[in-house]
């Protein structure tokens, strides 16, 4: 449907590196008229004999209000509540700031008041809870992987610029030791 190149038609190549076919398809159900080009890359790193398609398209998305809002919410440790005495320490700072309320002034504007109230329950919430704290996600890939993901792709680069049976295996070894690497780096992951 788009004037490229043959080369950059192509979507798979077979082991032997001989032939070379059309087979991955980008589908479009409606507005057709909305898909500017599709094409592959074969330099995409995707460790398989499938080359990357990509399309591009137009379109307008519409962005509900709500969601355009963030709100950035402090969010309470609120699993100490089930503590005896965390409960009972911040049930009484809340009675004491409340009665502290109580005495400061009658005839405030009740918009006021319930500011106020509001204010006090979270700072004494905060002072008695806490913030949750963040997980902080310790990746698994690490310089090795680095080191390994750059050979594979490497070795790729050369199969594909002269495909003879010595980079095709030389291809094949760096893939099933980065594999290797990698499924044993996600299970210590996965199991810390």
């Known amino acids: 449907m788009f004037p490229h190149r043959i080369i950059k038609k192509y979507t798979c190549t077979t082991p032997d590196g001989k032939t ?3 087979i991955d398809h980008i ?3 409606r507005w057709h ?3 500017l080009d599709v094409r592959s890359f074969r330099g995409a790193d ?3 004999n499938h080359s990357l398609g ?3 398209v137009t379109g307008r998305l ?3 209000k709500q969601a355009a809002q963030t709100l950035d919410v402090e969010r309470l440790n609120l699993r100490k509540l089930s503590e005896l005495e965390v409960r009972k320490k911040y049930q009484i700072k809340i009675s004491n700031r409340l009665t502290a ?3 400061l002034n009658d005839s405030e504007n009740i918009n006021r008041a319930c500011e106020n109230i509001e204010e006090n329950i979270k700072t004494s919430a905060k002072e008695n809870l806490g913030l949750n704290e963040l997980k902080q996600h310790k990746t698994w890939f690490d310089e090795n992987s680095l080191r390994l993901l750059e050979e594979r792709k490497q070795a790729k680069m050369q199969s594909l610029q002269n495909p003879n049976q010595s ?3 030389i291809l094949n070894n760096v893939r099933r030791e980065a594999n290797r690497h990698f499924m044993s780096k996600k299970k210590e992951y996965l199991k810390a």
């Open 20 to 22: 070379q076919n059309q």
């Open 27 to 29: 589908f479009i159900d």
């Open 33 to 35: 008229s909305s898909v």
């Open 46 to 48: 995707c460790d398989t």
């Open 54 to 56: 990509v399309g591009k």
């Open 62 to 64: 519409a962005v509900s």
């Open 101 to 103: 309320l109580e005495i």
């Open 167 to 169: 980079r095709v295996d």
